[in-house]
């Protein structure tokens, strides 16, 4: 069996350990509102095949944001390290070399050595930290956790201490002494609360991503899947989604302040290859500027 911090590239999924799949069940009290669908997103701040679909997420979220509500839940993935052993994967020195083959396997940008230089012991803290952003913003609480990912997979920030979290909420524009408030107060009963959500819904791993009509029927995602699979679960629920069109090329950094090669590729529908050049000759251009690390680059205007 694999565990919580082995993500496997083939499945495309990050299992929690002794679980069992099930299909998506009909939601009742979880029906859409203001928009026809209502989608559920579990995810976890250190969930590597979550990071390895943001070029389909974020594509998601450009064409079909429209008919989409959607709500990201935390999934708990690792508790911590002294009730797990199994998988081949023993504590955080193992998982460092998995976390490069991840970054291979999805062309996203992962330094592994964290694990080495400042192991994480929980993915329980990061967590409550995001639910104490959405307290207070669900928007700027996305933009948060993806700077907390950035940190984390790129600079090997360990987000389970104050420092990094409060650097990525500043860059959230999030109210630092109120999210800490937050963080001491509700944010540990409403992580618990998504913990048992995602067992009520019967969510074993991660990324699940549910599809919830008006009526409470639901389409699940599972894992990494190729963005076919995600727009095929949508108009199953509602066949009438129409995409929208969205502004490529640079215009992109006006949706998303950052971009790795692999996203600007996804949202461009070109290789890898014809966005590393485009990306390249935007730099030499002085209108991008670049972070690179061993395993990739993250890209932003200048």
């Not at 009509?213 to 095929?232: C, N």
Request: charged letters at 20%; aromatic letters at 10%.
């Amino acid at each position: 069996m694999n565990g919580p911090m082995f993500c496997d590239p083939v499945s495309g999924v990050c299992e929690i350990p002794g679980s069992v799949l099930s299909s998506a069940p009909a939601i009742k009290g979880l029906e859409a509102t203001d928009k026809p669908i209502k989608l559920i997103y579990f995810t976890d701040p250190i969930c590597s095949t979550c990071w390895g679909i943001e070029p389909q997420w974020r594509r998601l979220k450009l064409e079909y944001g429209h008919v989409l509500d959607i709500h990201y839940h935390m999934g708990g993935l690792l508790p911590s390290w002294d009730v797990y052993s199994s998988g081949g994967i023993n504590g955080p020195g193992d998982v460092a070399h998995h976390w490069d083959e991840v970054s291979q396997h999805y062309q996203m940008p992962i330094d592994g050595n964290v694990w080495l230089e400042d192991p994480l012991p929980s993915s329980y803290p990061p967590s409550i930290w995001f639910k104490a952003a959405q307290q207070q913003d669900p928007h700027k609480a996305v933009i948060f956790l993806r700077r907390m990912r950035e940190l984390l997979f790129m600079d090997k920030q360990n987000i389970c201490k104050p420092g990094p979290v409060l650097k990525a909420a500043g860059y959230a524009g999030l109210d630092l002494p109120r999210l800490e408030t937050d963080f001491k107060s509700a944010g540990a009963a409403l992580f618990e609360a998504d913990l048992q959500l995602g067992k009520q819904l019967g969510v074993r791993g991660f990324p699940s991503i549910f599809f919830i009509d008006r009526d409470g029927k639901s389409e699940l995602v599972y894992g990494a899947k190729p963005y076919q699979v995600f727009t095929t679960a949508l108009h199953k629920m509602l066949p009438a989604a129409q995409a929208r069109t969205y502004a490529t090329g640079i215009a992109l950094f006006s949706y998303y302040p950052t971009l790795t090669t692999k996203e600007f590729a996804g949202l461009n529908q070109l290789s890898f290859e014809e966005a590393a050049v485009r990306l390249n000759a935007l730099l030499e251009e002085d209108k991008l500027q670049v972070h690179t690390i061993a395993s990739g680059q993250l890209w932003s205007l200048k």
